[in-house]
């Protein structure tokens, strides 16, 4: 459960920075258009407009590979056990974060690669009886009286 936090921690991390950046490109976008307007008020009143507003750089979005590859393995997850779950047991999978649904699919992977024998022998699922042998394998009623 830490790492799958920590993952979902660094996941939200790195989503709040990307937004983040979003919006301040987005407010800073709408000062520029202000900006512009009003130099071309002054221009077109004869007033000196100073320099034409330099316009905004649109920020490098870092860390959108790593959104990308989670949303990848999430998808990759998801369509792993959409086939074997059913649809009540999948709508509580998409509810999963990715690191439950990694931690589960690797938890599968896992339990799949045992070789049907070796799983078949192991303690929690042996083959091996524990019951008594019975008495008899047939009884005094079942053999038919000659005389």
């Known amino acids: 459960m830490t790492s799958i936090n920590k ?3 660094e996941q939200k991390a790195t989503f709040g920075a990307i937004h983040k950046a979003q919006r301040d490109y987005q407010v800073a976008v709408k000062r520029w258009h202000s900006d512009v307007k009003k130099w071309e008020s002054a221009l077109d009143a004869g007033d000196d407009p100073g320099e034409f507003p330099a316009e905004p750089e649109e920020p490098e979005i870092v860390g959108t590979e790593a959104l990308e590859e989670t949303a990848v393995i999430r998808a990759a ?3 792993r056990f959409k086939h074997v779950t059913s649809k ?10 990715t690191g439950e649904l990694r931690q ?34 047939s009884s005094p009623a079942d053999s038919v009286d000659t005389k």
């Not at 009540?88 to 974060?97: F, G, N, P, S, V």
Request: proline share 4%; charged share 20%; glycine share 4%.
């Open 104 to 137: 589960a699919a690797t938890e599968w992977e896992e339990k799949s690669g045992i070789p049907l024998g070796e799983l078949l022998a192991s303690s929690n699922s042996s083959t091996e009886s524990t019951e008594a042998p019975s008495n008899t394998t």
């Open 77 to 79: 997850s998801l369509a």
């Open 7 to 9: 993952l979902a921690k």
């Open 88 to 97: 009540d047991e999948y709508a509580i999978l998409q509810k999963c974060t």
